[in-house]
Antibody, heavy 124, light 106 residues
Framework: EVQLVESGGGLVQPGGSLRLSCAAS????????LSWVRQAPGRGLECVAN????????YYVDSVKGRFTISRDNAKNSLYLQMNNLEVDDTAVYYC?????????????????WGRGTLVTVSS | SYELTQPPSVSVSPGQTATITCSGD??????VSWYQQKAGQSPVLIIY???KRPSGIPERFSGSNSGNTATLTISGTQAMDEADYHC?????????FGGGTELTVL
């Protein structure tokens, strides 16, 4: 089955750190751009980071630059998001999402596969 | 940074046509995608590259993009279409989403 499964969410205090993981199965993981997209409670979606197939390009939304790091391990079919210096406004469900550009140097710029998400709560 | 604006809510009667808009500066120069998100579930792609439907998405869903506004149209709206709808474009190497529109079928 083609799927993405996130893990690693939980409750953390402001200023703390958390590492999210996304395990992929059912497709050639190393051929796809991947992203982390978050959704704060009752709010819209926000793409926080994306990464090219080989990890050579990474992009971040301004609000997380310098605090979050996206990475991947193609041998383990896994995507990661290291989150440091967490703020209350980072509270959200975090989804990993796939861009359908299979093996392309450039992304198609939309998401055809989403995981179920993992909840991150930043609170004292 | 680039912004997309959607109405917070839209209501429609069953069988009627629902129209959800997404506005952004010179939006017609970008491809727009649309996602449906039902309560407690992950988003699902329903329109990409302005007007294309992925396999398995009903024909009653259609999209357009002109000027500063992209539009998602649901013809013959059904009760099962009640959900949040999110538009998405791309800006400087990262995706940008609208605030989402809650569609109520009543």
């Amino acid at each position: 089955e083609v799927q993405l499964v996130e893990s690693g969410g939980g409750l953390v205090q402001p200023g703390g750190s958390l590492r999210l993981s996304c395990a992929a199965s059912g497709f050639t993981f190393s051929s796809y751009w991947l992203s982390w997209v978050r959704q704060a409670p009752g709010r819209g979606l926000e793409c926080v980071a994306n990464i090219r197939q080989d990890g050579s390009e990474k992009y971040y939304v301004d609000s997380v630059k310098g605090r979050f790091t996206i990475s991947r391990d193609n041998a383990k079919n896994s995507l990661y998001l290291q989150m440091n210096n967490l703020e209350v406004d980072d509270t959200a469900v975090y989804y990993c999402a796939r861009d359908p550009a299979n093996g392309s140097r450039y992304p198609n710029r939309y998401f055809d596969l989403w995981g179920r998400g993992t909840l991150v709560t930043v609170s004292s | 940074s680039y912004e997309l604006t959607q109405p917070p809510s839209v209501s429609v009667s069953p069988g009627q046509t629902a129209t959800i808009t997404c506005s952004g500066d010179k939006l017609q120069t970008k491809y727009v995608s649309w996602y449906q998100q039902k309560a407690g579930q992950s988003p699902v792609l329903i329109i990409y590259q302005d007007l294309k439907r992925p396999s398995g998405i009903p024909e009653r869903f259609s999209g357009s993009n002109s000027g500063n506004t992209a539009t998602l149209t649901i013809s013959g709206t059904q009760a099962m279409d009640e959900a949040d709808y999110h538009c998405q474009a791309w800006d400087t190497s990262i995706a940008v989403f609208g605030g989402g529109t809650e569609l109520t079928v009543l």
